[in-house]
């Protein structure tokens, strides 16, 4: 069964400084991905990362892939305000359909 | 290209009332639809998913149902709400046969509270 775990769940930063949020998942998926929400809205796909070693990157967002340590990071660099959200996670089953796996979501509020 | 409908946007129901939530998926044949469940201040669930018309999985035991009447229809019911099914429900889609970099399309979702 696969189990997706976030951290942290909650995280409060200045504007301007970097953090990263990680994503562990417990066997193998065949993708991994990245989604943003805000408060009483949908999802936003983020970024899709499908191979070990994979990066992507969009403005101050970046994702990265090591399927060996079954772990993806999402990184922020010199945050702004308007990246305040929570972050989701999600691997993927395809059994008949391609089922997504989520992880608990990560608070992240940025403060000027 | 393709659009996610879902509606109400926001519902508000007495226990033991039914539920009837819709989504409608436009621009796309044979998508793989789904319904997921956020709880308040927590990760998606995933309820229900469908392959094709009359074709449905449950995920976890509930007093829930879903049905797809066509193609590109998916609907979530139940007869009598608990308190416990508020939440955030979500429908999404996928393709059917999707590249590999293929991701779910959320629709906008309805805030439900059971009173």
């Known amino acids: 069964e696969l189990k997706v775990e976030q951290n942290p769940l909650f995280l409060s930063m200045q504007e301007g400084k970097n953090y990263t949020i990680y994503c562990n998942y417990s066997?193998?998926?065949?993708?991994l991905y990245w989604y943003r929400q805000d408060p009483g809205k949908s999802l936003e796909s983020l970024f899709v990362?499908?191979?070990?070693?994979a990066v992507k990157q969009e403005g101050r967002l970046m994702a990265s892939l090591d399927t060996k340590a079954r772990l993806s990071t999402l990184h922020i660099t010199a945050a702004v305000h308007d990246l305040s959200a929570t972050y989701f996670c999600?691997?993927?089953?395809?059994?008949?359909?391609?089922?997504?796996?989520f992880g608990q979501g990560t608070r992240l509020t940025i403060n000027p | 290209s393709q659009t996610i409908h879902q509606w109400p946007a926001t519902l508000v129901q007495p226990v033991g009332s039914p539920l009837s939530l819709e989504c409608t998926v436009e621009?796309?044949?044979?998508?793989?639809l789904y319904w997921y469940r956020q709880a308040a201040g927590r990760g998606l669930q995933l309820l229900f998913y469908?392959?094709?018309?009359?074709?449905i999985s449950s995920e976890v035991p509930q007093n829930l149902s879903a049905s797809r009447p066509q193609d590109r229809q998916f609907i979530l019911s139940s007869k009598k709400l608990l308190l416990s099914d508020s939440g955030f429900y979500l429908c999404?889609?996928?393709?059917?046969?999707?590249?590999?970099?293929?991701?779910?399309?959320f629709g906008s979702g309805t805030q439900l509270s059971v009173l």
């Open positions: 990362l499908l191979s070990n070693g």
């Open positions: 999600a691997g993927d089953i395809i059994q008949g359909a391609q089922k997504l796996v």
């Open positions: 066997t193998t998926s065949d993708r």
């Open positions: 621009g796309t044949s044979n998508p793989n």
């Open positions: 999404a889609w996928s393709p059917l046969n999707g590249a590999t970099n293929e991701k779910l399309f």
């Open positions: 469908s392959v094709g018309i009359g074709q």
